[in-house]
C-alpha cells in the first residue's frame, strides 16, 4: 500500500490527471506537487490520515477538479487555494475535522460544483461564497454546526441545485435565497429548527423539486409557494406540525409527486387538487367537512401510484360520493389505506344508520384488482365489502386497526368465509372484541402481527414469522405455540409473559425448532431466562431488551454447576436496558458461533465473564453504559476474529484502554477498528444525526424521492 509520494514528483511537468485516492497511509504530499501547473485532476478521496495540503497548492494554475472527501483530518485549507481560478468542482464531503473554509473562497470565479457535506464543525460560511458567480452546485446536506447562510446567497445567479438537508441550526433562509432564478432543486429535509419559508419563494420560477420533510416547526406555507409553476416535487413529509395547504395549490399545473406523509395537523385537502391531472403520488387525502373538501377530487386523478392514505372516511355520509372516488380507476395504486373517526369517542356506539354507511362507503371504495397491501382502520362495520374475495388475488399485506365492534361470522361476508388467496402478511391493531381469525381464509399466511387483541387466543400453524405486542398472555400458551413448527422469528412485545414454569409458554418453545430470531421487549414480569430458550436448535439471534426485572441469565435462573452446551447456533446476542441484571453467566463463553455480542444499558454489571476469550467466531463486540463495569477480562487478545469493538460510557474502562499506555490496551490493540468513548452522551450527539435509525430512515426516504423522480444531484465531474 502506497505510503508516501516521491519528492521528485514535482518533475512531471505534463502530468494531468493525479489519483491516489483510498491511500490511508499517507500523511503529508511533497511541496514539488505544487509545481505540477498543467495538472487538471487531483483526487486524494479517503486519504484518512492527510492532515495538510501544501501551502503552495494555488500555484496548480490549470487544476479544474480537486477531491479532498471521505473523512481526512484536514483542519483548514490552505489560503492559496483560493488563487485557483481554473477550479471547477471542490469535493470536500465528510471532512468531519474541517473548521472553515478560507474567506477568499469567493475568487474561484469558474467554481460550479461545491461539496461540502458532512464537515460538522463548520459555523460559518465566508461572505465571498456569495460571489461564486458561476456555481451550479452548493451541498451543505449534514453540517450540523451550521447556524446561517450568507445574507447574500441569492447572488449566486447560476445556482440550480442547493442541498441544506440536515443543516440542524438553521432557523431561518436569507430572503435573498428568492432571487435564486435558476434554482432547479432545494433540499431542506431535517431542517429540524427551521420555523417558516421565506414569503417570497414564488419567485423561484425554475424550481421543480423541493423536499421541507421532517420540518416539524414549520407550521404554514407561504401562499406564494402556488406560484411554483415548473414544481414537479413537493415533499411535505413527517412535517407534523404543518397545519394546512394553501388554497391555491392547484395552480401547480406541473405538479407530479406530492408527499404529504405523516403531516398530522393537517384537516383537510384544498379545493382544486383534482385539476392537477399529472399527479403522480398523492400519499393522503384528508375528507372534510366542508363543501368542496369532498372525496370526489379523487375522481380524475387517475394517475397516482404507489401509496395512497384517505383519512375522516366518517365525513363521507352518502355512499354514493364514495363511488365518485374513481379508486378502481387507478391502476398503478399498490397501497390503499382506509381511515374511518380515528380520534372518535371511544364510548360512542355507532347507530344502525351509521354502520350500514360505513360499509356502503367501503363496498364503493373498490380498489382495481392490482392493489397489494391494503390497511383499515377505525371502521365501524361488521362486513368486509363483497370486492374482498378470491377475485381479488394481489392482496398480499392486510393491516386492521381500531376495529372496536365484536368480529363475528358476519364479517367474512355472505358466502361463510371470505379468502385471501395471496395474503402473507396480516396485522391486527386494537380490536378488543376479536376472538378468532379464520386460517383457512389466508392459505398463504406467513407473517401475523397482533397488537392489543386481549381475547385473540389462535395462532394460524403456517407462520413464519410472528409479532406479539401488549395481548393475552394465552397466545403464548403451550398449546399455542406448539403448533408453529414453521416459525422462524418471534417477537414479544409488553406481554404478561413470566419465568414461573406454571405460566405454559416455557413448555411451547421446545417446539420452536426451526425459531431463527427471539426478541423480548418490556415483559416485566420475566425474572430470568426461560430454560428452553436455551436449547432452541436454530436460534441464531436473541434480543432481550428492556425487562426491567430481568435479573438472572442462568438457566431457569438457577446457577450451574457443570457447563452445558447452550445456544449452539447463535450468532447475535444483545441484551440491552435490563436495569436488574448483576452479572453475566459463564456460559457465554460457551457460545463457540458468537459473531455479534451487544451489552448495554445495565447500571449494576461489574465485570464481564473470562469466558470471552473463547469467543473464536466474534467479529463485533459492543460494551455500553456500564459505569461499574472496571476492566476487560482477559485473552481479549486471543480474538484473532475481533474486528470491531465499540465502547460508550464506562468511564471506569477509559483510563485502563488508553492507547499505548492502558493496562487493559494489549488486550484490543490487535483490533483493526476501536471507538472509545468517556461519555455515552459525548457519543450520541456526535452521532445523533449521523447513525440513529430515524435518521437512517429520513436520509432513505429522501434519497429514494430525488433518485425516484429524477432530481439525482450534479456528481461535479467536468
Given at each position: 500500500m502506497l505510503k508516501e509520494l516521491p519528492e521528485g514528483i514535482g518533475n512531471l511537468c505534463?502530468?494531468?490527471?493525479?489519483?491516489?485516492?483510498?491511500?490511508?497511509?499517507?500523511?503529508?504530499?511533497?511541496?514539488?506537487?505544487?509545481?505540477?501547473?498543467?495538472l487538471q485532476t487531483l483526487n486524494l478521496r479517503a486519504c484518512h490520515m492527510l492532515e495538510e495540503l501544501p501551502d503552495g497548492i494555488g500555484n496548480l494554475c490549470n487544476l479544474r477538479y480537486m477531491d479532498i472527501s471521505s473523512y481526512i483530518k484536514i483542519t483548514t485549507l490552505p489560503t492559496s487555494i483560493t488563487r485557483l481560478s481554473s477550479l471547477q468542482t471542490l469535493n470536500l464531503f465528510d471532512c468531519r475535522m474541517l473548521i472553515e473554509l478560507p474567506e477568499g473562497i469567493g475568487n474561484l470565479c469558474n467554481l460550479r460544483y461545491m461539496d461540502i457535506s458532512r464537515c460538522p464543525k463548520i459555523t460559518t460560511l465566508p461572505t465571498s461564497i456569495t460571489r461564486l458567480s458561476s456555481l451550479q452546485t452548493l451541498n451543505l446536506s449534514s453540517c450540523w454546526m451550521l447556524e446561517e447562510l450568507p445574507e447574500g446567497i441569492g447572488n449566486l445567479c447560476n445556482l440550480r441545485y442547493m442541498d441544506i438537508s440536515e443543516c440542524s441550526k438553521i432557523t431561518m433562509l436569507p430572503t435573498s435565497?428568492?432571487?435564486?432564478s435558476s434554482l432547479q432543486t432545494l433540499n431542506l429535509f431535517n431542517c429540524r429548527m427551521l420555523e417558516e419559508l421565506p414569503e417570497g419563494i414564488g419567485n423561484l420560477c425554475n424550481l421543480r423539486y423541493m423536499d421541507i420533510s421532517w420540518c416539524e416547526r414549520v407550521t404554514m406555507l407561504p401562499t406564494s409557494i402556488t406560484r411554483l409553476s415548473s414544481l414537479q416535487t413537493l415533499n411535505l413529509s413527517y412535517c407534523r406540525m404543518l397545519k394546512e395547504l394553501p388554497e391555491g395549490i392547484a395552480n401547480l399545473c406541473n405538479l407530479r409527486h406530492l408527499d404529504i406523509t405523516e403531516c398530522y395537523h393537517l384537516a383537510c385537502i384544498p379545493r382544486g387538487l383534482g385539476r392537477l391531472s399529472n399527479l403522480e403520488t398523492l400519499t393522503m387525502f384528508i375528507v372534510a367537512q366542508e363543501n368542496g373538501?369532498?372525496?370526489?377530487?379523487?375522481?380524475?386523478?387517475?394517475?397516482?401510484?404507489?401509496?395512497?392514505?384517505?383519512?375522516?372516511l366518517h365525513h363521507v355520509k352518502d355512499p354514493d360520493e364514495a363511488m365518485q372516488a374513481n379508486l378502481r380507476a387507478k391502476t398503478r395504486l399498490n397501497r390503499l389505506s382506509l381511515e374511518w373517526n380515528e380520534g372518535g369517542d371511544e364510548e360512542h356506539e355507532p347507530s344502525s344508520t351509521e354502520v350500514e354507511v360505513a360499509e356502503g362507503v367501503f363496498e364503493r371504495l373498490q380498489p382495481h384488482h392490482n392493489l397489494e397491501k391494503l390497511e383499515i382502520y377505525s371502521y365501524i362495520g361488521t362486513r368486509f365489502p363483497n370486492w374482498m374475495s378470491p377475485s381479488f388475488p394481489n392482496l398480499v399485506e392486510l393491516t386492521m386497526g381500531n376495529l372496536k365492534r365484536r368480529i363475528g361470522e358476519e364479517f367474512y361476508g355472505d358466502g361463510g368465509g371470505i379468502t385471501f388467496p395471496s395474503l402473507e402478511d396480516l396485522t391486527l391493531e386494537d380490536m378488543p372484541n376479536l376472538e378468532k381469525w379464520h386460517a383457512e381464509s389466508c392459505p398463504r399466511l406467513t407473517k401475523l402481527e397482533i397488537s392489543s387483541c386481549p381475547k385473540l387466543v389462535v395462532i394460524p400453524c403456517s407462520m413464519e414469522t410472528l409479532t406479539i405486542r401488549s395481548s393475552n398472555e394465552m397466545l403464548l400458551s403451550a398449546g399455542s405455540l406448539a403448533k408453529l413448527s414453521k416459525l422462524r422469528s418471534l417477537q414479544i412485545f409488553r406481554c404478561g409473559i413470566s419465568s414461573s414454569s406454571s405460566s405454559g409458554w416455557w413448555d411451547g418453545l421446545q417446539c420452536l425448532t426451526a425459531l431463527e430470531k427471539l426478541r423480548i421487549v418490556q415483559c416485566d414480569?420475566?425474572?430470568?431466562?426461560?430454560?428452553?430458550i436455551m436449547y432452541l436448535p436454530s436460534l441464531q439471534t436473541l434480543q432481550l431488551v428492556r425487562n426491567r426485572n430481568l435479573r438472572s441469565l442462568e438457566r431457569g435462573g438457577r446457577k450451574q454447576q457443570q457447563p452445558t452446551p447452550f445456544f449452539t447456533t447463535l450468532q447475535y446476542l444483545y441484551i440491552q436496558e435490563s436495569g436488574m441484571l448483576t452479572s453475566l453467566p459463564e456460559w457465554v463463553g460457551g457460545l463457540t458461533s458468537l459473531q455479534e455480542l451487544n451489552i448495554s444499558?445495565?447500571?449494576?454489571?461489574?465485570?464481564?465473564?473470562?469466558?470471552?476469550?473463547?469467543?473464536?467466531?466474534?467479529?463485533?463486540?459492543?460494551?455500553?453504559n456500564l459505569p461499574q463495569l472496571k476492566m476487560l477480562p482477559d485473552g481479549l487478545?486471543?480474538?484473532?476474529?475481533?474486528?470491531?469493538?465499540w465502547i460508550g460510557g464506562c468511564p471506569q474502562l477509559v483510563r485502563r484502554c488508553k492507547r499505548e499506555t492502558g493496562e487493559d490496551w494489549h488486550k484490543i490493540a490487535h483490533i483493526p477498528h476501536i471507538s472509545i468513548w468517556p461519555s455515552i452522551r459525548e457519543e450520541e450527539d456526535r452521532r445523533e444525526e449521523e447513525n440513529s435509525e430515524e435518521m437512517n430512515e429520513r436520509r432513505t426516504f429522501a434519497a429514494k424521492f430525488l433518485d425516484r423522480f429524477g432530481f439525482a444531484r450534479c456528481t461535479g465531474h467536468s
Open positions: 505534463n502530468l494531468r490527471y493525479m489519483d491516489i485516492s483510498w491511500c490511508p497511509q499517507i500523511t503529508t504530499l511533497p511541496a514539488s506537487i505544487t509545481r505540477l501547473y498543467n435565497i428568492i432571487r435564486l373538501h369532498t372525496i370526489a377530487e379523487l375522481q380524475h386523478l387517475n394517475s397516482i401510484r404507489g401509496s395512497l392514505k384517505i383519512k375522516n414480569e420475566l425474572t430470568c431466562l426461560p430454560e428452553d444499558d445495565l447500571p449494576q454489571l461489574a465485570m464481564l465473564p473470562e469466558g470471552l476469550r473463547h469467543l473464536t467466531a466474534l467479529r463485533q463486540l459492543n460494551i455500553s487478545q486471543l480474538l484473532t476474529a475481533l474486528q470491531y469493538l
